[in-house]
């Protein structure tokens, strides 16, 4: 490893030293690692290009075409879902949820909607896009819990009521959940002594907003990712790493509690 990143590393864990607070931003980039594929298009399944009928991926995938004809959509969200089934959390979902045995308060607010982070055993998640495995029907009560979508027709409905399920995310064109922007802005208002944003794009104002209120009160930011971001000429470290390779020579190098 380069000696410039070795500095890097050694001033990410001088900022934790005396830390209590921490929040982790993630994005597609911290579940890459584990074979899931990133967007636009899914890691390139549909990369510039328009669905077989014609249409963005986008409008595909939003909540008007849901509600207009859901077995389009789920015609993509079954491709999506198949293309990443079998994938589990890697070492970077781990040291994130180390964290929150080490220090007094941690929190992650992930755009991914894989899971991944409570599966390694991190409690304190705001999932603000929502999560795969939770289905929900589009008209009556019923929600259940499902490990993949093996089995499930093309359009799968609602054994209640008949009308089509859908995954519990946030689809393009839909409002975020208000009770998990509430939790945001709860936990933003309290403030965090580190920041960290992992492998994202940072597009959303929402996503970037938690870096640059941090800088803003003089604590340190911290940005990893092999790319350069939004954010990157913003932040006060930037590790150009993958998630597991810069979390894990964060944690290695933390002094024994």
Same mark, same amino acid.
């Given at each position: 490893?380069p ?16 830390a $209590?607070?921490i929040?982790?931003?993630?994005g597609a %980039?911290i579940?890459?690692?584990? +074979?899931i ?5 899914? +890691?390139?399944?549909?990369d510039d290009?328009?669905?077989s009928?014609?249409?963005?991926i986008e409008?595909?995938?939003s909540?008007?075409?849901m ?5 389009? /959509? ?29 220090f007094e308060r ?24 929502g ?5 929900l ?13 093996? +089995? ?5 409905l ?11 995310v946030?689809l393009? %064109?839909?409002?975020?959940p208000?009770?998990?922007?509430e939790t945001?802005?709860q ?12 492998? /994202? /794009?940072?597009?959303f ?8 209120d941090?800088?803003? $009160? +003089?604590?340190?930011?911290v ?17 150009p790493?993958?998630?597991?390779d ?12």
């Open positions: 490893m000696s410039s990143t070795d500095a890097k590393i050694d001033a990410v864990v001088s900022f934790l030293r005396d $209590k607070s929040l982790f931003v993630t %980039g579940s890459a690692e584990s +074979g594929p990133t967007y636009r298009g899914i +890691g390139g399944l549909y290009v328009d669905t009928e014609g249409v963005p409008e595909a995938l909540g008007d075409m509600r207009k004809r859901p077995e389009l /959509t789920w015609k993509y969200i079954h491709q999506i879902e198949a293309a990443s089934r079998g994938a589990g959390f890697n070492r970077a979902h781990e040291v994130v949820s180390a964290f929150e045995a080490r941690v929190w992650i607010l992930t755009q991914n909607v894989d899971g991944f982070h409570r599966q390694a055993g991190s409690t304190h998640v705001i999932d603000i896009h999560d795969v495995h939770r289905i029907c589009t008209r009556c009560a019923y929600q259940t819990t499902v490990d993949d979508y093996t +089995g499930f027709s093309p359009l799968p609602c054994p209640e009521c008949t009308e089509p399920l859908r995954p519990d946030v393009f %064109g839909e409002l975020l208000l009770e998990k922007v945001m802005e936990e933003l208002a309290r403030g965090f002594d580190v920041v960290f944003s992992i492998g /994202t /794009t940072s597009v104002p929402y996503i970037v907003r938690p870096v640059l941090a800088k803003l $009160k +003089g604590n340190p930011t940005e990893i990712n092999p790319d350069t971001t939004m954010i990157s000429g913003e932040v006060d470290v930037q590790l790493l993958g998630a597991v810069a979390l894990d020579s964060v944690w290695a190098r933390l002094p024994t509690p």
